[in-house]
């Protein structure tokens, strides 16, 4: 894929600054087109401009499974991925692995991988591409 590929993230200030860092650095072919904070996001946030999102779980409030639920909803052809440090909520995890549109990326205490993250974005954006002109 050439194209680049446009990535909003859904994360606090402190960790949306981290992940705009980190993948700018570490990553070619995307762009991040901005940081939504996750209490906006069930505001009427429109995530229609950019190509993928990536919500990045705090465990701080809002819980990231209603943005997720939100996000589907209403945006249901929005490539959707939550990148989070718990492993444990299965249901989610699960709705996220079987969503054609969706993914879930662990993040290891202390090692974010950003590579992942970047491909797993332009996996659903080509994906989604693909699909559309089947």
Request: with cysteine.
């Amino acid at each position: 894929m050439d194209d680049v590929v446009g990535i909003t993230l859904v994360s606090n200030e402190e960790y949306g600054a981290q992940f705009e860092d980190g993948l700018s650095e570490n990553t070619m072919g995307i762009t991040i087109e901005g940081i939504v904070d996750p209490s906006s996001v069930r505001d009427g946030w429109d995530p229609s401009g950019t190509d993928c999102v990536i919500s990045v779980d705090t465990h701080r409030e809002p819980p990231i499974e209603p943005i997720y639920e939100y996000l589907r909803e209403n945006w249901q052809e929005q490539p959707v991925i939550v990148a989070s440090d718990e492993g444990e909520d299965v249901e989610l995890i699960s709705k996220l692995v079987n969503d054609e549109k969706g993914d879930y990326v662990f993040l290891p205490e202390g090692d974010i991988p950003f590579g992942l993250l970047s491909v797993r974005c332009k996996r659903l954006t080509t994906d989604e591409e693909r699909n559309s002109t089947e």
